[in-house]
T-cell receptor, first 113, second 108 residues
Framework: DGGITQSPKYLFRKEGQNVTLSCEQNLNHDAMYWYRQDPGQGLRLIYYSQIVNDFQKGDIAEGYSVSREKKESFPLTVTSAQKNPTAFYLC????????????FGPGTRLLVL | QKEVEQNSGPLSVPEGAIASLNCTYSDRGSQSFFWYRQYSGKSPELIMSIYSNGDKEDGRFTAQLNKASQYVSLLIRDSQPSDSATYLCAVRDDKIIFGKGTRLHILP
């Protein structure tokens, strides 16, 4: 079954804690993306990666970090520096770069305790 | 600042009627245009992509693109209650920019 998986579905963060959201794809896509969606808002790009061991900041990268050690995996860490982390986080992938249609995983909803 | 604008809605349409969703974009250099459907609490799902001026039909869905006027629209024929969702317009130039979406409500 090809696709994009994200885990967990819900994640709770305590004050001052770093948390990591998982994103895995078996579509053999080169490019992967992380977006944040707030209620009534569009998708905002956090980070993207076009190739293994390389990634670029998106529009709202502050307070977040990523890694791309494997083609299939693009985890996102929400650090304690992100003061307003409550949102719906969406991972996407595309065959190459922004030049291709993006397909989304099911999302992770992050809540602050 | 490149922008993609959509009416937030809600747009209410009777079941069986045609739903018309509109989107305008600011960058004349935009090359590709996409419509995604997003059910509440779920991730966006690609419905249509369109790259050249004119109409593109896929089942009950028709995407229309007018690059001169910088707008793209989505028509849904024979609207069903299952079409009730938020529809996101996305425009690609050097990267993809998403609109905030239009909430569509199909009235049974």
């Amino acid at each position: 079954d090809g696709g994009i998986t994200q885990s967990p579905k819900y994640l709770f963060r305590k004050e001052g804690q770093n948390v990591t959201l998982s994103c895995e794809q078996n579509l053999n896509h080169d490019a992967m993306y992380w977006y944040r969606q707030d209620p009534g808002q569009g998708l905002r790009l956090i980070y993207y990666s076009q190739i293994v061991n390389d990634f670029q900041k998106g529009d709202i990268a502050e307070g977040y970090s990523v890694s791309r050690e494997k083609k299939e995996s693009f985890p996102l860490t929400v650090t304690s520096a992100q003061k307003n982390p409550t949102a719906f986080y969406l991972c996407a992938s595309s065959p190459r770069t922004h030049q291709e249609t993006q397909y989304f995983g099911p999302g992770t909803r992050l809540l602050v305790l | 600042q490149k922008e993609v604008e959509q009416n937030s809605g809600p747009l209410s349409v009777p079941e069986g009627a045609i739903a018309s969703l509109n989107c305008t974009y600011s960058d004349r250099g935009s090359q590709s245009f996409f419509w995604y459907r997003q059910y509440s609490g779920k991730s966006p799902e690609l419905i249509m992509s369109i790259y050249s001026n004119g109409d593109k039909e896929d089942g009950r869905f028709t995407a229309q693109l007018n690059k001169a006027s910088q707008y793209v629209s989505l028509l849904i024929r024979d609207s069903q209650p299952s079409d009730s969702a938020t529809y996101l317009c996305a425009v690609r130039d050097d990267k993809i920019i998403f609109g905030k979406g239009t909430r569509l409500h199909i009235l049974p």
